[in-house]
């Protein structure tokens, strides 16, 4: 903290006054007759909870900064958003097959951007630090987790709303990277514009998260801007491995050796 | 009717044995360079099904031979570049109908336009605009355009006019006697007679040779 300013911590009390505003949505809710006011509730009781139970095992870990407590806290974050990639698309691969595509994706860029950030640029020691890595790991995932859904999403409703299109092309000689080569560059596309949106809107329209949490921390707004800036990179690193990754296993997934398209693969959600 | 002939290397063109898949099938049969074959059922026989497997777009089981040559042993994209299927309702990925056509392709089609009674105007049109029996040329004259070596044509004049349909005749005629082998599946009768020589008949999923006992 290098500004020496005291940060100011919330109490219980001071949070449940801010609660006082989640009760105010269930009420205009009721008021409205959207009948959102129970599941506005059990989602922000859900919120507290998990966050309460998350703090507490960081900071178990961080106490224990063992390379395979970090690990398997890590590991853990990425089967839980490899899941989320393989279910938020409309259409999603049968079976193991989508499991191994979102895992293999999620977490090749997520271990790689972050890897890559503490041994080359943040330098803790030891480089697992839990303190840095496991923060760190956990804002790639939620950015990677975006892309590659977004990705995915657009891909296979592309694979199944153009199948007639990427068949006329087969059938005149094309092999299967030909045909769905526009299909791949579109759903790479639309993967990225997230990340270029916040990237955009960052310290204009929006001030990032971590930059704002780090400033009500105390620390100095000039450290809290270098910090985003290095989160923006890692974060564009990873979101572009992983939806190129997830786009192109998703091609060869709903294709076969002998340049098929295989949509019996696919089931709907 | 120019009669067909045997490839140089005395295989037929296509060979086919025991093709088949969960759907339909098993499917033997020859074709020889220059031959018609047409195919005839009711819709749901399961036609469309055959030639997407002649062309190795559906997984399937068998055997299926190009003057010898065994699929097996050749790239997918070779194949069906040898075997073209035309489908029912061909379709389109690009703008207009020009840009679906190779530059080393364009000689060729400004050749087999008119003999479709189609203008070269249409190349530069956005594809939506053609008529539906235009693009069903022009999807003939795309598929004419990869020179195949067998041609597979699922109910090609099934939207055209009788002048569209006399010049379509006419330009498969003259491909037959160039040397163009076809499997042609058609609901006319007329056309089986005009163009085919050696007809088939689907009937639940089983092919069998017209004359022949079932």
Known sequence: ?????????????????????????????????????????????????????????????????????TLAV???????????????????????????????????????????????VLHPTPWYEPQYAVPLIGIVLGNVLNSASLGLDTFYGGVVNSRTAIEAQLVLGATRNEALAPLIRESVRKGLIPLINQMSAAGIITLPGIMTGQILAGMDPMDAVRYQILLMFLLAGGSGISVTLAVYLAARSVTDERHRLRLERLSSR | MAQPSLSPSGAPRLRIRNLQSPLAGPFSFDLEAGQCLTISGPSGAGKSLLLRMLCDLDPNTGEALLNGQPRAGTSAPAWRAAVVYQPAEPAWWLPTAGQ?????????????????????????SDIGRLSTGE???????RSLACKPQVLLLDEPTAALDPAAVAATEQLLQKELAAGLSIVLVTHSESQAQTLGHRGMTMCDRRLTENGAAP
Not at chain 1, 16 to 37: D, W
Request: hydrophobic share 55%; proline share 5%.
């Open chain 1, 1 to 69: 903290m290098s500004s020496g300013m005291t940060p100011i911590q919330p109490g219980a009390i001071d949070l449940a006054i801010a609660s006082s505003l989640v009760l105010l949505n269930a009420g205009i809710s009721a008021y409205l007759g959207l009948r959102m006011q129970r599941k506005m509730l059990w989602s922000a009781t859900r919120m507290v909870v998990q966050l309460l139970l998350v703090g507490l095992v960081l900071r178990w870990v961080f106490a224990l900064a063992s390379p395979a407590a």
């Open chain 1, 74 to 120: 890590a590991l853990l974050m990425i089967m839980a958003a490899a899941r989320e990639v393989a279910m938020r698309p409309a259409h999603g691969l049968r079976g193991w097959p989508g499991v191994w595509l979102s895992t293999a994706s999620v977490g090749l860029s997520s271990i790689a951007t972050v890897v890559l950030a503490l041994l080359t």
């Open chain 2, 100 to 124: 679906h056509f190779k530059p080393e392709q364009m000689e060729r089609v400004r050749e087999l336009l008119p003999q479709l009674n189609l203008s070269p105007t249409l190349l530069e």
């Open chain 2, 135 to 141: 693009r069903q040329r022009m999807a003939l004259i």
